[in-house]
């Protein structure tokens, strides 16, 4: 199953599945959406079977939805071709008819609302966005060669040569002081940079800190707390380090691809 949204690579390759992102086209924004085969689950299903839970029949479902029946019942039935049975539904007789949602059922809904809320959670967190070149590809990962030196990330079919987008949201980042007696061997973060801060937005519990590193500002959230016992403040020299499997290699398109057909 694949899903689209933000959820890590880590947690999808567990599920079994794929995460990517899509944006609603004018938006800005992603939309999340579960995929089996041909079929895709989003937001107007899941609130079909929410209905469909909270109604106990399909007919009240649709009518709180403003659709009708018959057209509630053929995707119900179009999306148990392939994600299983997914509403138990019931005849009438001496203990009434109705519909509820079965086991498989709860568990999709559950998952869209877990993918919909991280993605609703990514879509706070700033990003630092870098242009780079493929220069390796090893399995899952790929060196990218960036402005502020190589970076490593995940990255989808990409081939050397290729032109990226190198993304790394704020949360993933975390900052250190330049005089930390840090053993390189003891952390798994091979993506590390040496800065300093340029700017401290400080909320009141979380404060987003910009390093400068060769021009480049990294966004780093980090809790007020551990801002204050760092002693963060602007012009601090500082390094910033991050996992490769929390980078996303986003392919930029080429100018073949971007050209018009020939005419000829």
């Known amino acids: 199953m ?3 949204g933000e959820e890590s690579a880590a947690e999808e390759s567990a599920a079994g599945g794929s995460a990517v992102e899509e ?3 004018g938006s ?4 999340a959406a579960l995929i089996e085969g041909d079929a895709e689950f989003d937001g107007r299903d899941a609130a079909l079977l929410r209905a469909v839970h909270e109604a106990g029949s399909v007919a009240g479902a649709a009518a709180e939805l403003g659709r009708s029946r018959a057209r509630a019942l053929s995707r119900i039935e179009s999306l148990e071709e392939a994600f299983g049975r997914l509403v ?3 005849r009438g007789g001496s203990g009434g008819g109705g519909s509820r949602l ?3 059922g709860r568990e999709l809904l559950d998952r869209y609302d877990r993918l919909q809320a991280v993605l609703a959670a990514t879509a706070s967190v700033p990003e630092t966005v870098l242009d780079g070149t493929v220069a390796s590809v090893d399995g899952e990962l790929a060196a990218v060669d960036t402005e502020v030196g190589t970076l490593r990330g995940l990255h989808d079919h990409a081939t050397a040569g290729d032109a990226v987008q190198v993304r790394v949201g704020a949360d993933a980042v975390t900052i250190h002081s ?3 007696d840090l053993d390189p061997d003891s952390t798994s973060a091979r993506n590390r940079l040496r800065g300093a801060v340029v700017d401290i937005d400080a909320g009141e519990t979380v404060c987003t800190v910009r390093v400068a590193v060769e021009g480049t500002a990294f966004h780093v959230l980090v809790t ?3 801002a204050s016992r760092l002693a963060l403040t602007e012009g601090d020299d500082v390094s910033v380090r991050w996992k490769a499997t929390s980078t996303r290699l986003v392919r930029h398109a080429t100018t073949a691809d971007s050209a018009e057909p020939s005419r000829d």
Not at 28 to 31: E, K, N, Q, T, Y
């Open 23 to 25: 944006s609603a086209a």
């Open 102 to 104: 079965t086991d498989a």
């Open 224 to 226: 007020a707390e551990s």
């Open 2 to 4: 694949d899903e689209r």
């Open 88 to 90: 138990e539904r019931r």
């Open 28 to 31: 800005g924004r992603g939309r």
């Open 178 to 180: 330049e005089d930390a």
